[in-house]
């Protein structure tokens, strides 16, 4: 960390009245400046609480389009000009409703890796650690479209007891989690406790022999239980950004990722360097169309609504 440029991040927040915001994926150099670490929601609720005037977002471009939406009258920037997401890239808008039309009575749920545009066209918004209660919350004959990540759509139509038509999405670097790696490192690390977050591949095709070992979690559900486990060894099945954070609150434990070259490029893209230089600049603005926004804020105020 240049010692520089962490003086002048920190000079322009006060002279600003920014807040800088990091997701668990993010470098750890870009998660040391934060003020606030946490998963896309959590740091959406975040930007809606501070009273900053402006909100860094170290994410990539959904996120900071949800923080857009829950706090319209502060300034969203993003450090990356359009640092992508494979999952919420794999539908459109246009492309949902299209779905939607074969479906005509269906409920949608999205999840929040979604776009703005996908969000303004769903019933329902959810996260990875509240999808079950969502799908258990609506109502037993309707038909549920889930959308965009089809990994955790079957995972939490399975725990939720539901039939779902999903999206055939999927977050590039979870789907390359598979059965097939998860088998290889789980016999390297017998003795290891696995948390596995429900984006990846192998959280729907679970071998049956690592069951007793194995526990399906958001991120923030991973850093939860690593505080309560008694165990000390554990194999962490998401991107290995989250290793930062485990490590920062888990000092005397060791967490080995599945792969720790498996990262998301949109989050790494981020450095210590474009977070100083978009305070400096004020870019790049994230604005969303109000007539947009009120339309995604729906579908995410009935998420919160189930989930206080």
Same mark, same amino acid.
Not at 58 to 87: D, Q, Y
Not at 93 to 117: D, G
Not at 197 to 206: G, K, N, S, T
């Given at each position: 960390?240049?010692?520089?440029?962490?003086?002048?991040?920190?000079?322009?927040?006060?002279?600003?009245?920014?807040?800088?915001?990091?997701?668990?994926?993010?470098?750890?150099?870009?998660?040391?400046?934060?003020?606030?670490?946490?998963?896309?929601?959590?740091?959406?609720?975040?930007?809606?609480?501070?009273?900053?005037?402006?909100?860094?977002?170290?994410? /990539?471009?959904?996120?900071?389009?949800?923080?857009?939406?829950?706090?319209?009258?502060?300034?969203?920037?993003?450090?990356?000009?359009?640092?992508?997401?494979?999952?919420?890239?794999?539908?459109?808008?246009?492309?949902?409703?299209?779905?939607?039309?074969?479906?005509?009575?269906?409920?949608?749920?999205?999840?929040?890796?979604?776009?703005?545009?996908?969000?303004?066209?769903?019933?329902?918004?959810?996260?990875?650690?509240?999808?079950?209660?969502?799908?258990?919350?609506?109502?037993?004959?309707?038909?549920?479209?889930?959308?965009?990540?089809?990994?955790?759509?079957?995972?939490?139509?399975?725990?939720?007891? %539901?039939?779902?038509?999903?999206?055939?999405?999927?977050?590039?670097?979870? /789907?390359?989690?598979?059965?097939?790696?998860?088998?290889?490192?789980?016999? %390297?690390?017998?003795?290891?406790?696995?948390?596995?977050?429900?984006?990846?591949?192998?959280? /729907?095709?679970?071998?049956?022999?690592?069951?007793?070992?194995?526990?399906?979690?958001?991120?923030?559900?991973?850093?939860?239980?690593?505080?309560?486990?008694?165990?000390?060894?554990?194999?962490? /099945?998401?991107?290995?950004?989250?290793?930062?954070?485990?490590?920062?609150?888990?000092?005397?434990?060791?967490?080995?990722?599945?792969?720790?070259?498996?990262?998301?490029?949109?989050?790494?893209?981020?450095?210590?360097?474009?977070?100083?230089?978009?305070?400096?600049?004020?870019?790049?603005?994230?604005?969303?169309?109000?007539?947009?926004?009120?339309?995604?804020?729906?579908?995410?105020? %009935?998420?919160?609504?189930?989930?206080?």
């Amino acid at each position: 960390m240049n010692p520089q440029i962490q003086d002048e991040i920190e000079q322009l927040k006060k002279e600003k009245g920014a807040i800088l915001l990091a997701h668990y994926y993010t470098r750890p150099e870009v998660q040391q400046l934060a003020d606030f670490t946490g998963d896309s929601l959590e740091l959406s609720r975040k930007a809606k609480e501070t009273k900053a005037r402006i909100i860094l977002f170290a994410g /990539v471009k959904f996120m900071a389009e949800t923080a857009a939406i829950l706090s319209p009258e502060k300034k969203v920037l993003l450090p990356e000009g359009n640092p992508g997401c494979s999952l919420a890239d794999s539908l459109t808008a246009e492309a949902l409703r299209k779905w939607k039309k074969n479906f005509p009575e269906a409920v949608v749920v999205s999840y929040i890796n979604s776009t703005a545009a996908v969000k303004a066209e769903s019933d329902y918004c959810c996260t990875s650690g509240n999808a079950v209660n969502v799908l258990k919350a609506i109502a037993a004959e309707k038909t549920i479209l889930f959308c965009p990540d089809a990994q955790l759509g079957a995972w939490a139509a399975n725990a939720a007891g %539901r039939k779902v038509e999903l999206w055939q999405g999927g977050c590039h670097v979870h /789907v390359a989690m598979n059965k097939n790696l998860l088998s290889t490192m789980a016999s %390297r690390y017998p003795d290891y406790e696995i948390l596995i977050h429900p984006e990846a591949l192998c959280a /729907v095709e679970l071998p049956e022999a690592l069951k007793n070992r194995t526990y399906i979690y958001s991120t923030s559900g991973m850093i939860q239980h690593t505080k309560k486990s008694r165990s000390s060894n554990f194999l962490i /099945v998401t991107e290995p950004g989250i290793l930062y954070e485990l490590q920062k609150q888990n000092p005397g434990k060791i967490f080995i990722a599945i792969d720790p070259f498996l990262v998301c490029e949109g989050m790494k893209s981020i450095t210590p360097e474009k977070l100083l230089d978009s305070l400096k600049t004020e870019t790049f603005i994230i604005k969303i169309d109000e007539t947009l926004a009120e339309r995604a804020l729906r579908p995410i105020s %009935r998420m919160i609504a189930i989930n206080r």
